[in-house]
């Protein structure tokens, strides 16, 4: 995974190029009127289909409200057992942190990685120790708003070495999208660009 989001963020606009780079080689004659015709209309018609314009709130609203992993939480006083168990049960990686009734105030995030470094790693049982031990606390966290583009999201958690990051916006916690959410609304994205691409060549523009 961490490869396919590394060749996104390294070679985002390879498509493009291999789709222009076959219109020099297949009819390098008419190459001035193309790239005239095309840079006539890319800035017209492609920005306003907006290229690497998908943002987080896109992928939330792709998620639905009632997603696995769109919001899931438990709370500073659960135990880590609880805590995984709940990921288990719906098939995430992450569940947010919130203090005992405040769930729109966020406390922190809580990952199987912390769970593996923190209490199988260091012998510690997760039936007595609770999530507030070993959760990454607020001021630590990593996080987007709905307006963040994708790519941007998706370079944050590589760089961070991280696989899930909480969506915030000034109203608080309005859900969670993981590393297989943004490189597949990434995916997606240049695949719809290659088909506008391959459109304006046959003449669709």
Same mark, same amino acid.
């Given at each position: 995974m +961490? /490869?396919?989001?590394?060749?996104?963020?390294?070679h /985002?606009n390879?498509v %493009?190029?291999a789709?222009?780079?076959? #219109?020099?080689? *297949?009819?390098p004659? +008419?190459?001035?009127i193309i790239f005239?015709?095309?840079e006539s209309?890319?800035?017209?018609?492609?920005e306003e289909? /907006?290229?690497?314009?998908?943002?987080?709130?896109?992928?939330?609203k792709a998620k639905g409200k009632?997603?696995d992993g769109?919001?899931?939480?438990?709370t500073t006083?659960?135990t880590?057992y609880?805590a995984? %168990?709940?990921?288990?049960?719906?098939?995430?990686?992450?569940?947010?942190v919130?203090k005992?009734?405040?769930? @729109?105030s966020i406390?922190g995030? #809580?990952?199987e990685?912390d769970?593996l470094r923190k209490?199988? *790693?260091q012998?510690?049982?997760? +039936?007595s120790?609770?999530? /507030?031990d070993?959760m990454?606390?607020?001021?630590k966290?990593?996080t987007?708003?709905?307006?963040t +583009?994708v790519?941007?999201a998706m370079q944050?958690?590589?760089d961070?070495? #991280?696989?899930?990051i909480?969506?915030i916006?000034e %109203? !608080?916690?309005?859900?969670?999208v993981? #590393? !297989?959410?943004?490189?597949r609304?990434? *995916?997606?994205?240049?695949r @719809?660009?290659?088909d506008?691409l391959?459109?304006?060549?046959?003449g669709g523009?």
């Open positions: +961490k /490869g396919a989001v590394q060749a996104f963020l390294l /985002g390879t %493009k190029n789709v222009l780079q076959r #219109i020099r080689v *297949v009819n004659v +008419k190459r001035p005239s015709r095309f209309v890319s800035s017209a018609r492609m289909h /907006g290229f690497e314009s998908t943002t987080i709130a896109d992928i939330l009632g997603a769109s919001w899931l939480w438990c006083d659960d880590v609880n995984v %168990k709940s990921m288990t049960q719906h098939n995430v990686g992450a569940l947010v919130v005992p009734g405040e769930q @729109e406390a995030i #809580i990952t990685r769970y209490i199988i *790693v012998g510690r049982s997760s +039936k120790t609770k999530v /507030g070993i990454t606390e607020e001021n966290l990593i987007v708003t709905p307006e +583009k790519l941007r944050l958690m590589t961070n070495r #991280i696989r899930h909480p969506v916006d %109203k !608080g916690m309005v859900g969670m993981s #590393i !297989g959410d943004v490189v609304a990434v *995916v997606i994205e240049h @719809e660009e290659l506008r391959n459109a304006y060549i046959q523009y």
